[in-house]
Antibody, heavy 124, light 106 residues
């Protein structure tokens, strides 16, 4: 059974940093691209970032480029999102999502499994 | 960026109704479209991918169609457990979601 368990959310001041983690199990982690998708309170879904199975390629939404860094440790089956220079508009539930396959420079993929999410609140 | 316009943003329907939700892409996406269902406080759940392919375990009352820029999710006979918010996602070029359609009880 595929399981994705996020952690690391919480309250942070504007300009601060936070690192999210996603522990994966039930599939061959290194074979699949992974993503972070967020949802602001009462709003829709926004793809944030993706990383290839090897970790060698990363992709970002314009809204977070230069501030967020996605990474993975395939030996620990864990996905990370380092979030710096946080803004109020980054307040959201952050979901870890497994891609159905690869993610490339010319196209993404759909998400067949999602974690339950972790809430990040940016406020003074 | 390929943006997705989803309509309607909300609808009211009764159990047994046929429901149709539409997504329009700002340019052609070659059927690289997925549909998700999300219930309050829960993670999204994949319903269909490649515009019309049903994810394993999803009831057959859900179906998808379309091509080019215009795509449709149809629920043939709405059930009580189908009241939720539905999102489309294009994955032809990175990934963008539609704004969502909330299906409420009439």
């Amino acid at each position: 059974e595929v399981q994705l368990l996020e952690s690391g959310g919480g309250l942070v001041q504007p300009g601060g940093s936070l690192r999210l983690s996603c522990a994966a199990s039930g599939f061959t982690f290194s074979s699949y691209a992974m993503s972070w998708v967020r949802q602001a309170p009462g709003k829709g879904l926004e793809w944030v970032s993706a990383i290839s199975g090897s970790g060698g390629s990363t992709y970002y939404a314009d809204s977070v480029k230069g501030r967020f860094t996605i990474s993975r440790d395939n030996s620990k089956n864990t996905l990370y999102l380092q979030m710096n220079s946080l803004r109020a508009e980054d307040t959201a539930v952050y979901y870890c999502a497994k891609s159905s396959g690869r993610w490339g420079a010319t196209g993404g993929n759909y998400f067949d499994y999602w974690g339950q999410g972790t809430l990040v609140t940016v406020s003074s | 960026d390929i943006q997705m316009t989803q309509s309607p943003s909300s609808l009211s329907a009764s159990v047994g109704d046929r429901v149709t939700i539409t997504c329009r892409a700002s340019q052609g996406i070659s059927n690289s479209l997925a549909w998700y269902q999300q219930k309050p406080g829960k993670a999204p759940k994949l319903l269909l991918y490649a515009a019309s392919r049903l994810e394993s375990g999803v009831p057959s009352r859900f179906s998808g169609s379309g091509s080019g820029t215009d795509y449709t999710l149809t629920i043939s006979s709405l059930q009580p457990e189908d009241f939720a918010t539905y999102y489309c996602q294009q994955y032809y070029s990175t990934s963008f979601f539609g704004g969502g359609t909330k299906v409420e009880i009439k």
